[in-house]
């Protein structure tokens, strides 16, 4: 009988407004709901009112981490100050790394309809915290699927999904953190185990119907964010079925110091950032 990761806590998601008066669900990275090495942040923006969305995230600055955006529903535009111009689009993603500096908009270019997606604030440690930004757009094309026996299909973002059966690399591979990230579809009644490695921080938060942890009793249920203790394996089922997002990464167990968009080690690293940032030299 193998050992199974246990539940460390449970927490729902709490309402809040960013950008220019985006209604979103902090996730992760709120009161009460403080980070998980190395993960800062993970929000839920998902509305039919398009007043809840419209007036998007105008230029922002970023230091010292990556952002990392998945789209389940609707358009989101960003554009950077390095020229970049992309349009993400249902099921695509954004992968950007800010580290020194990066000054963008983030701005939803349907008037009406379902915007749905996530997005996650990913450490960086301190060695990589001031090199060149980058970011990448994933089109859902290249973005790896996996279907096992039991009918459980596995968006791979980042990391590698292996159930000791399958093993498919994902779209992303980031080194330092490590990161897992998986978009699970479980059909009613069904299972699967995806390896998480030993050691790594693992999150699970459960974005639509109730899932069940090999271990525990009670369902999570749909809004809820479950940490994981950083051992074990991981067994998901589901009676109803349910839609799940499976983050994991490796510690940085380095300080942390944030000041908003800016994320460093040290308080005289982010004094540097604002002046940086008011000189206009954040990104140079
Ligand atoms: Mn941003």
Do not use: C
Request: glycine share 12%.
């Amino acid at each position: 009988m193998p050992e199974f990761r246990k539940i460390l806590d449970i927490h729902r998601g709490q309402a809040t407004s960013d950008g220019a008066g985006v209604r979103l669900l902090r996730i992760l990275g709120g009161p009460g709901i403080e980070r998980f090495d190395p993960f800062l942040m993970l929000d839920e923006f998902g509305s039919n009112d398009p007043d809840d969305y419209i007036a998007g995230f105008p230029p922002h600055p970023h230091r010292g981490f990556e952002t990392v955006t998945y789209m389940l529903e609707g358009r989101m535009r960003h554009e950077d100050h390095m020229g970049n111009v992309g349009l993400l689009g249902s099921g695509g993603v954004q992968w950007m790394t800010a580290a020194r500096g990066v000054i963008h908009s983030e701005m939803p270019e349907q008037e009406e309809g379902v915007m749905r997606g996530f997005q996650l604030w990913l450490n960086l440690p301190a060695k990589t915290k001031l090199s060149d930004a980058a970011y990448e757009d994933i089109p859902p094309a290249r973005i790896p699927r996996v279907q096992t026996r039991e009918g459980v299909t596995a968006v791979v973002i980042a990391g590698t999904f292996d159930d000791g059966t399958l093993r498919q690399p994902g779209a992303v591979q980031r080194p330092d953190t490590e990161p897992l990230y998986l978009d699970i579809h479980l059909p009613p009644g069904a299972s699967v185990s995806p390896r998480v490695a030993q050691g790594h921080r693992a999150l699970l938060y459960i974005y639509e119907g109730a899932l069940g942890l090999e271990g525990h009793a009670a369902p999570i249920e749909a809004g809820h964010l479950a940490r994981l203790s950083d051992t074990g394996e991981v067994r998901l089922t589901s009676e109803t079925g349910a839609r799940v997002l499976l983050i994991a990464g490796k510690p940085l167990n380095e300080p942390i110091v944030q000041y908003g968009p800016f994320v460093m080690n040290t308080r005289e690293e982010i004094e540097q950032a604002m002046r940086d940032f008011h000189a206009n030299r954040l990104t140079a």
